[in-house]
């Protein structure tokens, strides 16, 4: 199976080639960001895959903040365009977990971190993030953990 970064290369030629603007312009996007972590002082060049799949989350992340902040400003257009980005970005993506995955992930690592409270959450937190990096996104995560720990207090 190719990695992310022969997927990216492999799709960008084929974006070009086919005239699709937006894909062209969110791989290089992609592309790009991954670069900028790359150089930046103090990290590991070149990254590995979950970097790159760090990167991609952080570029959602984004784009879902974008989105509503232009919708508060009464500009569908640009969230449009942003949730458009979003669709494409989430292709190089592992295949997300579906709400009752994600629920049992994080009944899992509370029972194994021994969580009795909220107050509790970091050691969950600790435990899930690296098992769901990319599958789930950290909202999504900490929300159900929050919501799963406030049931046993």
């Known amino acids: 199976m190719a990695t992310v970064r022969e997927r990216l ?9 086919s005239k699709n603007e937006s894909a062209t312009s969110v ?4 592309k790009s960001a ?3 972590k ?13 970097g790159i799949l760090q990167v991609i989350g952080t570029l959602i992340k984004q784009r879902r903040d974008s989105i509503e902040q232009f919708k508060a400003g009464g500009r569908a257009d640009l969230a449009e ?3 458009q980005e979003i669709t494409i970005l989430q292709k190089y ?8 995955e994600l629920r049992a992930a994080v009944q899992a690592a509370i029972s194994e971190a021994g969580a009795k409270s909220a107050k509790d ?13 990319g599958r789930a996104e ?11 720990l406030s049931k046993l207090s």
């Open 93 to 100: 993506l592992p295949q997300q977990l579906t709400p009752d």
């Open 138 to 148: 950290g909202r999504a995560i900490s929300e159900e953990v929050k919501s799963q």
């Open 121 to 133: 959450m970091g050691a969950v937190m600790k435990l899930l993030t690296p098992k769901l990096q």
């Open 27 to 30: 791989i290089r996007m992609i």
């Open 34 to 36: 991954v670069k900028y």
């Open 81 to 83: 365009k942003e949730e």
């Open 38 to 50: 790359e150089v930046e002082p103090g990290a590991t060049s070149p990254l590995d895959e979950a």
């Open 9 to 17: 290369d492999a799709d960008l030629k084929d974006a070009m080639r």
